[in-house]
Structure formats: structure tokens, C-alpha cells
């Protein structure tokens, strides 16, 4: 069955692997009948969504950054070879932070259990990490584009805008966009691709 949210079902959108991806990530990959995650690009050090997302909890916006291993040569490294380092025990720190942040959201409860293993500490390569997530966003979200290659694609992200949805803590900070998605789906759950439908040009 063909997404509600598809508007360009004949053509490919060319994405770079990212941690726990924004909303506008999701909007824009809705949109595509097809997508490749981009793993072969080259990894670069000021593009941070490939190991950073942002989260809001009770003390407002929190960025997460998950810790790389040092490669001999960042500026020739390809993201598909960045290996996670184990620094600081991050997945309970970054999991804990999503506890704290949407432990009492209407649908946290529901979809935890499956977003949890990618949490575990086990995973190694930063693109495995990013995919493990990415395939919960996905399956939560009810996006489901093809997986193919870069042929006949586009990496220009289409315009997307900002929707207000409800968000637990928008009586404390107000509305906030640009938050990872993990903040939609936990907050909207099952309406989370109404906001991505609303979100489109």
C-alpha cells in the first residue's frame, strides 16, 4: 500500500545517516517513493546530525551527542567506517536524558520497548547505530520508501514547514521546532504522520 505522505513516488532522495533525525528529516523523507542513506560520504566533522539530535525535557533543550573513536585521518574517513566509542557509558546517559524527557508522554510507554535495543551499548559502528533508530522512526511513523541505490536521485531536501503539535512540556517553554522526531512520536504517536502530511509545502 502506497504512503498518503508520497508526492514524488518516481524519484530517489538521497539522505546522509543521522542520530535520532529531526522531524523536518522524517517530513522530507516522507515525501519520496524511494531513499538511499548516503554511508560512502565522507565524514565531516562540522556535520553533526550523524551523532548529535536534540531532545526538551523539563529543563528545557537538551543536545545528545553520541562519542566517535578517533580515525588515524577524519578528512578522509567515510562515515561508513566511524566506529561509536564507549566514553562514559553515553547510551545510559542518552537514554536516561529520553526517559526523563518523555517518560510521562501519552505514547513513551507504547513504543519504548522497541526503540531500547539500539540503547544497549552493543552497537559499534555509528551507521548501524543511526540505522537501528532510523528503522524505529520509520516503522513508528509508517514511512516506508524503497531502499535503492543512487541512481536517478535528488539530494535537494524539499521545503518543509514548522507544525505545532502538542509537546509535553509546551506549557513550561512553549511550542519548539526542530526537535528530533523521537519528541513527535512520543508526544503524537499514531497522528505523528498527520503533522508530516501538514508539514509538506
Not at 531502499?147 to 507544525?163: H, I, N, Y
Request: glycine share 6%.
Amino acid at each position: 500500500m502506497t504512503s498518503p505522505l508520497i508526492r514524488y513516488p518516481d524519484t530517489t532522495l538521497v539522505l546522509p545517516p543521522v542520530y535520532c533525525g529531526s522531524i523536518r528529516y522524517y517530513a522530507a523523507m516522507a515525501m519520496y517513493g524511494a531513499v538511499t542513506i548516503d554511508t560512502q560520504r565522507r565524514f565531516n566533522k562540522r556535520a553533526k546530525e550523524c551523532h548529535r539530535c536534540t531532545i526538551e525535557g523539563a529543563n528545557g533543550v537538551q543536545r545528545l551527542t553520541v562519542p566517535l573513536e578517533k580515525p588515524t585521518e577524519w578528512h578522509s574517513t567515510r562515515l561508513c567506517d566511524v566506529k561509536v566509542s564507549s566514553h562514559g557509558d553515553w547510551w545510559h546517559v542518552h537514554w536516561g536524558a529520553i526517559f526523563s524527557a518523555y517518560g510521562r508522554t501519552p505514547f513513551f510507554e507504547y513504543y519504548a520497548d522497541d526503540l531500547m535495543p539500539a540503547f544497549s551499548g552493543d552497537i559499534e559502528s555509528l551507521v548501524e547505530l543511526d540505522a537501528s533508530i532510523d528503522r524505529f522512526c520509520r516503522n513508528a511513523l509508517g514511512i516506508n520508501p524503497r531502499e535503492v541505490t543512487l541512481d536517478d536521485a535528488t539530494s535537494t531536501l524539499p521545503e518543509v514547514r514548522d507544525v505545532e503539535y502538542y509537546q509535553i512540556w509546551a506549557s513550561r517553554y512553549g511550542f519548539t521546532p526542530g526537535l528530533s522526531v523521537l519528541d513527535l512520536i512520543f508526544n503524537m504517536g499514531p497522528e505523528a504522520p498527520l503533522v508530516l502530511k501538514a508539514m509538506q509545502p
